[in-house]
């Protein structure tokens, strides 16, 4: 079955310094999708990319989804202390109802 | 504006007791329905999701159950709890057209077998 790999389990920053979380899909996908859970929270929803090399931001974070549609990537410029959770990716093949999700990177922002 | 309420928030129970869980979600109609499964410090698994009333899809074979009684109501059970079946609960729902197929997350609910 689908297998989504998310590299690193865990990240400690300085508030300030930037972080990148990254995802790899076993298989190509029609779209990936990513998550931030806060501590005690539920998961909200992020942003969506669909197309091969996509590019988008949002304020201090850049999605980006690979050309072979396998692999994303989340870049967080200058974090701040809000930016403390756990960020998920999630993946759909083809025509597939349900997302299968990577196992996440959870954030440490020092202060 | 579409909601989704989910409880309890958090209970304790004996292993052997029976379990129900219970969603809601108001302001659409006909949507997609989710049971997800996080252990502590881990990813979402996904247990169950329905397109519609009494249609359920099981992806992991277990001691849960799951049932959807109404267009907007679904329900997680087990007969007989595990200590393994400890963990945090998710009910999420998607809509059938439109958007991006998004997951949208109800508050959860910590089970804790003991």
């Known amino acids: 079955g689908q297998q989504v790999m998310q590299i690193p389990q865990y990240q400690h920053v300085q508030e300030g310094e930037d972080f990148t979380t990254y995802c790899n899909s076993s298989t190509t996908l029609s779209n990936i999708q990513w998550y931030k859970q806060r501590p005690g929270g539920h998961p909200v929803f992020l942003i969506q990319?669909?197309?091969?090399?996509e590019v988008k931001k949002q304020k201090r974070l850049t999605f980006q989804f690979g050309e072979a549609k396998k692999n994303s990537s989340l870049h967080i410029t200058a974090t701040q202390t809000t930016d403390v959770g756990t960020y998920f990716c999630a993946g759909r093949s083809g025509s597939a109802r349900q997302l299968t999700f990577g196992s996440g990177t959870q954030l440490t922002v020092l202060p | 504006s579409q909601t989704i309420h989910q409880w309890p928030a958090t209970l304790v129970q004996p292993v052997g007791s029976p379990l129900s869980l219970e969603c809601t979600v108001e302001g659409t109609s006909n949507p997609n329905l989710y049971w997800y499964r996080q252990a502590a410090g881990r990813g979402l698994q996904l247990l169950f999701y329905s397109v519609g009333i009494g249609q359920i899809s099981s992806e992991v074979p277990q001691n849960l159950s799951a049932s959807r009684p109404q267009d907007r109501q679904f329900i997680l059970s087990s007969k007989k709890l595990l200590l393994s079946d400890s963990g945090f609960y998710l009910c999420?729902?998607?809509?059938?057209?439109?958007?991006?197929?998004?997951?949208?997350f109800g508050e959860g609910s910590r089970l804790t077998v003991l």
């Open positions: 990319l669909v197309k091969s090399g």
């Open positions: 999420a729902w998607s809509r059938t057209s439109g958007g991006y197929g998004e997951l949208f």
